[in-house]
C-alpha cells in the first residue's frame, strides 16, 4: 500500500488524468512561432471552434456533436487501441510502484539504538529504558538503576543521571516536577525529537501543565517524525485510527504505520501485520510479524503462534520466529538489566 495519498486517489481517477494530459498536449505550443491547429475529425474543419472531444479517449476533436455521432463508428477501433494501450502502461506503472515500495516496506530495518554506557542493543519494551532530558540520551534500565561510581570508584550517593552525572531531582521535592519540565523545554528549543515527541505526548493527554490540544500533539509529532524519531509517525497512526484530532481514516493510519515501521517501529510493524491478517492477507502479515518479531515484539510472536495454531502460518515460520525472539533477547539481556527488573516491574525489559 502506497503511503501517498495522490497514488491512492490516481487509481481510480486514471482516466481524468489521461484526458488532462492529453489537453494540455493538444494545447502545447510547438514552438515560440507554431501553435497547434484544431482539426475536425470527419469533416476537417480547421478552427478554435472545434472543441468536441471524444469522451473516452480524448485524442480526437468535433466540429459538432454531429459530425461526433457520424465518425464514431470509424473511431471506435482506434479509441479502444489507445484506451487499452493507456490502461496496460498505467497498470504496469501501479506494479512496478507497488513492487518497489514493498521492498522499501519489507526491507529489514535499521537495527535499535544502542546505550551510550553499556553499549548493549536498547530494549524495545518502554519500560526498558529511560530518556534522560538533562543530556537527551536514552539509557537502558540496567545502568539507570545500577548505582553510579565517582572516578575513585566511590558509590556517588546522590542520584545522578549515569550518563552526565547531573543531578536528578528529587520525587519529593515540590520543585523537582519543574525542573525536569525546564530541562525538557531546553531540549524542545533544541529540536530534540524525543523532547518534541514527548510534548506531543502531554498536549494529547494535557499533562505538564499543557492544555490537552489533539491537534497541537499531531502538529508535534509530525515535527519529531520528520527530526527522525519514527515512534512519532506510530503515533500520528494511532490518532487517524481512532479520531483523536483527526477524523478517522484507516487508510492514512496504515500510511503512517508504514513510515513508522520502515524506521523501524516494532509496534506499528506489528499494526500492520494484524491489518494484513484482518484482510485475509496472510503471506503479508506474516512478513510484518516476523520482522517486527526480530525487532523485539512480543506480540508479533504470539501474533504468529495463533496463525500457526489456526493452520495460517507454517511450523517452519512458527520456528522461525521463535530463534529471531531469540536472537533479539541475545543482543538485550544482561545481568545488570535482570537485577533491574528483578527489583521493579517498571525496569521489565522484554
Known amino acids: 500500500m502506497s503511503t501517498s495519498d495522490n497514488c491512492k486517489d490516481g487509481a481510480s481517477n486514471f482516466k481524468d488524468d489521461v484526458c488532462e494530459v492529453n489537453n494540455n ?10 501553435v497547434v491547429v484544431s482539426v475536425c475529425a470527419n469533416c476537417g474543419k480547421e478552427g478554435d471552434d472545434v472543441k468536441n472531444i471524444c469522451n473516452k479517449c480524448n485524442q480526437v476533436k468535433y466540429c459538432n456533436a454531429i459530425c461526433k455521432k457520424v465518425h464514431k463508428k470509424k473511431h471506435k477501433k482506434a479509441c ?14 501501479v506494479r512496478i510502484a507497488a513492487k518497489l515500495h514493498d521492498e522499501k516496506l519489507f526491507k529489514q530495518p535499521p537495527p535499535a539504538e544502542d546505550c551510550p554506557i553499556c553499549f548493549l542493543c536498547l530494549p524495545t519494551l518502554h519500560t526498558g529504558s529511560r530518556y534522560k532530558s538533562c543530556c537527551g540520551k536514552i539509557i537502558c534500565c540496567g545502568c539507570v538503576y545500577a548505582p553510579v561510581y565517582d572516578n575513585q570508584g566511590n558509590e556517588v550517593a546522590e542520584k545522578t543521571c549515569p550518563f552526565c552525572r547531573v543531578p536528578i531531582p528529587e520525587a519529593l521535592d515540590p520543585k523537582s516536577n519543574e525542573e525536569i519540565i525546564e530541562r525538557e523545554k531546553k531540549r524542545f528549543a533544541d529540536n530534540d525529537p524525543i523532547a518534541v515527541y514527548n510534548y506531543g505526548v502531554y498536549h494529547r493527554h494535557g499533562r505538564q501543565g499543557l492544555a490537552q490540544d489533539h491537534v497541537k500533539a499531531l502538529e508535534l509529532w509530525h515535527r519529531a517524525g520528520e527530526l527522525g524519531y ?3 509517525y506510530g503515533n500520528i497512526g494511532y490518532a487517524y485510527e481512532q479520531g483523536s484530532g483527526v477524523e478517522v481514516d484507516y487508510k492514512k493510519a496504515i500510511c503512517y504505520w508504514e513510515l513508522a515501521a520502515i524506521e523501524g517501529d516494532s509496534m506499528a510493524r506489528n499494526n500492520l501485520g494484524i491489518c494484513e491478517g484482518k484482510a485475509g492477507n496472510h503471506d503479508r502479515a506474516l512478513k510484518h510479524f516476523l520482522i517486527a518479531v526480530r525487532g523485539g515484539n512480543a506480540e508479533s510472536l504470539n501474533q504468529i503462534k495463533q496463525m500457526y495454531n489456526h493452520e495460517l502460518a507454517t511450523k517452519d515460520a512458527y520456528t522461525r520466529a521463535l530463534q529471531l525472539y531469540q536472537a533479539y533477547l541475545g543482543e538485550i539481556k544482561s545481568p545488570q538489566r535482570d537485577e533491574a527488573a528483578a527489583a521493579h516491574d517498571e525496569y521489565r525489559y522484554y
Open 25 to 34: 498536449l493538444n494545447n502545447m505550443s510547438l514552438n515560440d512561432t507554431e
Open 80 to 93: 479502444e487501441e489507445y484506451i487499452r494501450l493507456a490502461t496496460e502502461k498505467h497498470d504496469e506503472e
Open 230 to 232: 519514527a515512534r512519532a
